[in-house]
């Protein structure tokens, strides 16, 4: 069935080091993918969005990639800071018949000083 | 920047009684969407709405409803206030039905129903 997937509960990273979040998606159809940042007591906020004709792509920090054949989407944090502490999780967008956002379980990050 | 805001923060509730959810967007977007988030489940949806007057449902609309009598705002309604109920709802916007595109959120409303 459709599912979106984490493979990763909690993560922990020194500080200043480089973070990756794995997620794992099983429909072939969605073709938009998502990362969220959630802190505590916050609403998800946007981090970075993935087409599925792209492989790569970066923003400020960040980076997604996108492994259409294994179905698995990754975020990668640089030099990952306190600030990073959150909940992140990703979404995929289906757009076969119902066209509506998937959500993963998430990852808590934990920045170690 | 598109803001989501949401009526409450925190509302406690007792069984059986009707809980209107408030949320409004101020970017004229076209979808609007009520999620609730529980532990272990992540974001599941409850309804979505495409245009003013349209709803359809999500994954468990089972005890809610939702009205969108204006472009700006989507209420979810808690028919029956029932514990298992209580969770965090999370209100979204986004700016077009077809082909996807980022969701905004709202903070969130923590409902606890006693």
């Known amino acids: 069935g459709e599912s979106v997937g984490l493979h990763l509960p909690t993560l922990s990273v020194q500080e200043g080091d480089n973070s990756i979040i794995n997620c794992a998606y099983s429909?072939?159809?969605?073709?938009?993918f998502i990362w969220y940042k959630q802190e505590s007591g916050k609403g998800p906020q946007f981090i970075i969005d993935?087409?599925?004709?792209?492989d790569k792509r970066q923003g400020q920090r960040v980076t997604v990639l996108l492994n259409k054949t294994v179905k698995h989407l990754s975020l990668q944090i640089a030099a990952t800071q306190p600030g990073d502490s959150a909940v992140y999780f990703c979404a995929e967008f289906l757009t076969s018949g119902t066209y509506k956002y998937i959500f993963g379980t998430g990852t808590r990050l934990k920045v170690l000083a | 920047d598109v803001k989501v805001t949401q009526s409450s923060r925190y509302l406690v509730k007792r069984t059986g009684e009707k809980v209107f959810l408030e949320c409004v967007q101020d970017?004229?977007?076209?979808?609007m969407f009520w999620y609730r988030q529980d532990p272990g489940l992540g974001l599941r949806l409850i309804y979505f709405?495409?245009?003013?007057?349209?709803?359809e449902k999500g994954d468990i609309p089972e005890g809610y409803s939702v009205s969108r009598e204006k472009k700006e705002r989507f209420s979810l309604i808690l028919e029956s206030a029932s514990t298992n109920q209580t969770s965090m709802y999370l209100c979204?916007?986004?700016?077009?039905?077809?082909?996807?595109?980022?969701?905004?959120f709202g903070p969130g409303t923590r409902l606890t129903v006693l």
């Open positions: 979204a916007s986004s700016l077009w039905r077809w082909g996807g595109n980022e969701q905004f």
């Open positions: 970017m004229d977007h076209e979808n």
């Open positions: 993935i087409r599925s004709n792209m």
């Open positions: 429909n072939s159809a969605s073709d938009y």
């Open positions: 709405s495409y245009d003013v007057k349209m709803k």
